[in-house]
């Protein structure tokens, strides 16, 4: 099941974990505040291929896949180790 789920809304009223394996599809907002970065790295990032360019959920909307999300912070947390 995909869903999008919009400024944590979702999150607060099903209590879902940010690190689930439930595919969802989060807003730069959430990436933001999922991943601790600034807009201005995050979007340097994507231009180096660390992240994709994410899906157009609208024509001027995008959203990233929470499990590429989820995978990026893992590895954060790999390498911190």
């Excluded at 400024?7 to 907002?29: D, I």
């Excluded at 959430?30 to 180096?48: H, I, P, R, W």
């Excluded at 157009?56 to 954060?76: G, M």
Aim: charged share 25%; hydrophobic share 40%.
């Amino acid at each position: 099941m995909i869903r999008i789920e919009h400024l944590g809304f979702l999150t607060k009223l099903t209590g879902a974990n940010t690190m689930s394996n439930t595919k969802r599809l989060l807003r730069l907002p959430q990436v933001l505040k999922a991943t601790g970065l600034k807009k201005s790295t995050f979007y340097k990032l994507v231009s180096q291929n660390q992240f994709s360019k994410g899906v157009n959920i609208s024509a001027r909307c995008k959203a990233w896949d929470s499990q590429e999300i989820d995978n990026w912070i893992k590895s954060k947390l790999e390498q911190a180790a």
